[in-house]
């Protein structure tokens, strides 16, 4: 395999995982409150440390799952807003494969992921304590976004290398260069 295309492929494991890691975040959130539910019962089984080491997370686990319980039963409609994030993940994961296919034409996908990522962080500071959100829990989104980006820069890099050797020729292989004598 030449080195282009052991690039290629790398790119697209990358993209790959990327993708997929999308994929189910979107799908986790349309089950919403049986997720939160089924958290909560193991969360507090007898086998969790959690109601002992972090009661923290667990008074949080307990008050999501009363409100989306709450909304659920009273007010359906709210839930509606998290089908469309969830639409919102598959949607932007299916443009991940715009990259997947010619990675040098549409790295723009990429940086536009990249931008996304980094929006991450001031919209959990900002919308995170108007929301009434713990700061802990702030952190963990903003985390998505860390790591998100982590990936996209790998492929990004990877990418800008793919573009350089597709502006030069790849050299004739040795037995071509004698053939062509």
Same mark, same amino acid.
């Given at each position: 395999?030449?080195?282009?295309?052991?690039l290629?492929?790398?790119?697209?494991?990358?993209?790959?995982?990327?993708?997929?890691?999308?994929?189910?975040?979107?799908?986790?959130?349309?089950?919403?409150?049986?997720?939160?539910?089924?958290?909560?019962?193991?969360?507090?089984?007898?086998?969790?440390?959690?109601?002992?080491?972090?009661?923290?997370?667990?008074?949080?686990?307990?008050?999501?799952?009363?409100?989306?319980?709450t909304?659920?039963?009273?007010?359906?409609?709210v839930?509606?807003?998290?089908?469309?994030? /969830?639409? +919102?993940?598959?949607?932007?994961?299916?443009?991940?494969? =715009? #990259?997947? @296919? !010619?990675?040098?034409?549409?790295i723009?996908v990429?940086?536009?992921?990249?931008? /996304?990522? +980094?929006?991450?962080?001031?919209l959990?500071?900002?919308? =995170? #304590?108007? @929301? !009434?959100?713990?700061?802990?829990?702030?952190?963990?989104?903003?985390?998505?976004?860390?790591?998100?980006?982590?990936?996209?820069?790998?492929?990004?890099?990877?990418?800008? @290398?793919?573009e350089?050797?597709?502006?030069?020729?790849?050299?004739?292989?040795?037995?071509?260069?004698?053939?062509?004598?």
């Open positions: 395999m030449s080195e282009r295309g052991a290629q492929r790398r790119i697209r494991v990358w993209l790959a995982v990327f993708i997929v890691c999308l994929v189910l975040s979107g799908l986790t959130a349309f089950p919403l409150v049986h997720e939160l539910r089924w958290a909560e019962e193991l969360l507090s089984s007898s086998a969790s440390p959690v109601p002992e080491h972090v009661p923290a997370l667990m008074e949080w686990i307990t008050r999501v799952r009363t409100g989306l319980d909304a659920d039963a009273e007010y359906p409609f839930l509606y807003g998290t089908d469309w994030l /969830a639409f +919102a993940h598959l949607v932007i994961a299916v443009a991940f494969y =715009g #990259p997947y @296919r !010619d990675p040098v034409r549409n723009w990429i940086e536009f992921g990249m931008i /996304a990522c +980094a929006g991450i962080i001031p959990a500071l900002i919308c =995170g #304590p108007i @929301r !009434d959100i713990p700061f802990w829990w702030s952190v963990i989104d903003m985390s998505f976004g860390v790591v998100g980006v982590i990936p996209l820069l790998i492929v990004h890099r990877k990418i800008k @290398r793919l350089a050797m597709e502006r030069t020729p790849d050299p004739a292989p040795a037995h071509e260069a004698a053939a062509a004598v």
